[in-house]
C-alpha cells in the first residue's frame, strides 16, 4: 500500500484494518521511494508486526532508537509503538509489513496462552521492538509467501510459523516482561501529547511557547525533548507534516496550488512552493503531474 497515504488519526494511531475478524493478520508490500518521498510515516497501531526487508535497506526509527535494517533482515515491532522507516542511502527499498492481531497468538483472552505467553509481553511500556535475523527473519518471508499465494490451509501455516518466531523470541530471551523505566514512560505519553497536539493545530498558526505549555514545560526543554524522541526541531516536523498533508491534497484536481497552501497552515504560498521544492525536489505542480497524477490513472 502507498505508504504517503496510511490513514493516520491525530494521535498518530494507524486507522487501517489490518486482516479480518476471522483472520486477522494482513500483508503490506510496500515500496518506500526517495525521490516520490513514499516513506513510512511516523505511526502506531495496536497490532503486532514483523517486517522484513525484501529489497534495499531501511532507516526504522522505534521509540527514540534509530536503525538500519539491511536486504534479508527483519523486525518485531510491539504493539503501540511509535514508528517510521524510509529508506537508507538508497533511492528504493521494498518491506514486507505483517500486521497480526496478539489474540491470534493466544487463542482468546483469558486463555492459558494468551494469560501467560503473550499479553505479559505486549502490554503497554514493555520491550519497543526486536531485532530478527537468520532463522527468525526467513520465517517473516514464508508468511510473507504465504499470505501472498493463499493457497490450501494458509491460515494454518501462517499460524504455525508465527508461533514459531513468538516461542523463539521467548526461549531465546529477545522479548521479556520487562517494563521501561519510569522516565521513559513520562518520555513516550509526553512525545505522544506534543504530536497530537502539533496534528490538531497544523492547520494554525503555532508557536514553540504554545507547544510547550501545551506539555508544561519551558520553550528550551521542549526544542530540545522533541529533537531527542522525534530527530528533528518541532517546527521542521511541523512544515513536513503540512507538506505530507499537501501532498494528499494533491492526488486529486479540486484544490489549487494556493488553496492547498492555505489548507494546509503555510502563510503564503510562495514559502509553501519552496518548502515543498527543498523537501521533495520538484515544486507542487510539477510534483502533482510527475508522480500522482500517474497513480491515478
Known sequence: MPLTHIKIAKDLQ????????EFPVALYETIMRLESMDFLPLHWHK?????????????????????????????????????????????????????????????????????????????RNRIPYVKLTGELAQKVATIAELMREQTAFFELKVR??????????????????QIM??????????????????????QQKIALEDLASHVYI????????????????????????????SIELLKGNELSITEIAVN?????????????KEYTGYPPHVYRKKFLSVKNN
Open 47 to 123: 497490532e503486532i508486526q514483523f517486517v522484513l526487508i525484501k529489497k534495499g535497506c531501511a532507516q526504522y526509527r522505534v521509540g527514540t532508537d534509530v536503525f538500519v535494517l539491511n536486504q534479508g533482515e527483519g523486525l518485531f515491532i510491539n504493539a503501540s509503538g511509535l514508528h517510521e522507516a524510509k529508506p537508507y542511502q538508497i533511492e528504493q527499498a521494498i518491506v514486507y509489513c505483517v500486521n497480526v492481531d496478539p489474540k491470534l497468538m493466544g487463542g482468546h483472552e483469558g486463555s492459558i496462552f494468551f494469560s501467560k505467553y503473550v499479553e505479559p509481553y505486549i502490554t
Open 218 to 245: 519551558s520553550r528550551a526543554e521542549c526544542s530540545r525533548f522533541f529533537k531527542k524522541i522525534v530527530g528533528m526541531t518541532p517546527f521542521t516536523y511541523l512544515c513536513q507534516y503540512r507538506l505530507r498533508k
Open 264 to 276: 494546509t497552515g503555510f502563510s503564503t504560498v510562495s514559502y509553501y512552493i519552496e518548502k515543498f
Open 160 to 177: 504455525r510459523e508465527l508461533l514459531f518466531i513468538w516461542e523463539s523470541m521467548l526461549t531465546q530471551s529477545l522479548l521479556t516482561e
Open 181 to 202: 523505566d519510569s522516565a521513559t514512560i513520562v518520555q513516550h505519553e509526553r512525545a505522544k501529547a506534543m504530536l497530537d497536539f502539533l496534528h490538531a493545530h497544523y
Open 14 to 21: 494507524e486507522l487501517t484494518l489490518h486482516g479480518t475478524k
